[in-house]
């Protein structure tokens, strides 16, 4: 079954995320150069805290705590090992673009704690042959979105249909490192590509994990009261594992299908919001 991560600061909504069986509870630190790289994007700068971290690791006992930490500098090696302090179970390195970054992380961290490296520019996917020859990389996760940015396509799930991901999919498998890409929202939303058949591509590439997006579950406040909120956290979790049990059951046509249905699906997707953005231009 695939690793399910939940980004979320609130230890209320952590301790419902661990009772529904999400895997990695995830605080984001991450907040330089972020906000001039996503300007104008429908982003969220997490804002969270050393203080999270802590108050996060105070509740969970069954999922891990993931953090993700700013971009290598100066102050890399302190703020690691903040984290590291303060209770973390694996630490992220986002926005890398050289191998040289990646061996000054896996050294501030010094086999501490389980590492995770966010492949999220078109530097770090160049030099991923070169990145996957350093031992001590415990996880790797594939960011879509500040690569859409890079790339300046219509839709962040363009990187998957143009078979990036299957290449670099390969490389990380013949390494024999777990690796995810990308978030989901709920089975059963109506959207294109739909939760279903992104899934069932991670299942294909053998990726071992996902984000379950912010469309995933909407905040509390959104719910009549806290248990409301649980009991749709928990209903959707369900409806992924019912899922993966039977993509489980599904041969190789099942999947060779589904790529051709999904990568349609998305270029038919890129197609409107490029039609949308032409439009919007001719109006102004």
Not at 6 to 14: G, R, S, V, W
Not at 79 to 92: F, H, Q
């Amino acid at each position: 079954m695939m690793k399910l991560l939940f980004i979320t600061k609130e230890p209320k909504t952590a301790t419902i995320a661990q009772k529904a069986g999400v895997d990695w509870i995830f605080v984001d630190l991450e907040y330089i150069g972020k906000e001039i790289r996503q300007i104008g994007r429908n982003t969220v700068i997490s804002a969270h805290t050393i203080e999270d971290i802590k108050n996060i690791k105070k509740i969970i006992t069954t999922s891990k705590l993931l953090v993700r930490i700013n971009p290598i500098g100066g102050y890399s090696k302190k703020e690691i090992d903040d984290v590291i302090s303060s209770g973390a179970d694996i630490i992220m390195l986002p926005f890398f673009k050289t191998k040289k970054e990646v061996e000054i992380f896996l050294s501030y961290v010094n086999n501490r704690i389980e590492t995770c490296l966010l492949v999220e520019t078109m530097s770090s996917v160049k030099n991923i042959d070169d990145i996957l020859t350093l031992s001590g990389i415990n996880y790797i996760h594939i960011g879509l979105n500040d690569i859409h940015i890079e790339r300046k396509t219509n839709f962040m799930f363009e990187f998957l249909a143009d078979g990036y991901i299957d290449n670099i999919a390969k490389k990380i498998k013949d390494r024999k490192i777990e690796f995810g890409f990308g978030g989901m929202s709920k089975i059963g939303t109506n959207l294109k590509p739909s939760p279903e058949r992104i899934l069932a591509e991670h299942y294909r590439l053998g990726s071992n994990s996902i984000i379950l997006a912010r469309s995933f579950i909407n905040d509390i406040g959104e719910y009549n009261d806290l248990e409301d909120f649980e009991k749709n956290f928990i209903k959707s979790v369900k409806e992924i594992r019912n899922y993966e049990k039977d993509l489980l059951l599904k041969d190789s046509s099942f999947f060779e299908n589904n790529k051709k249905e999904t990568k349609k699906e998305i270029y038919e997707v890129s197609q409107i919001i490029k039609n949308s953005n032409e439009s919007t231009k001719c109006k102004l």
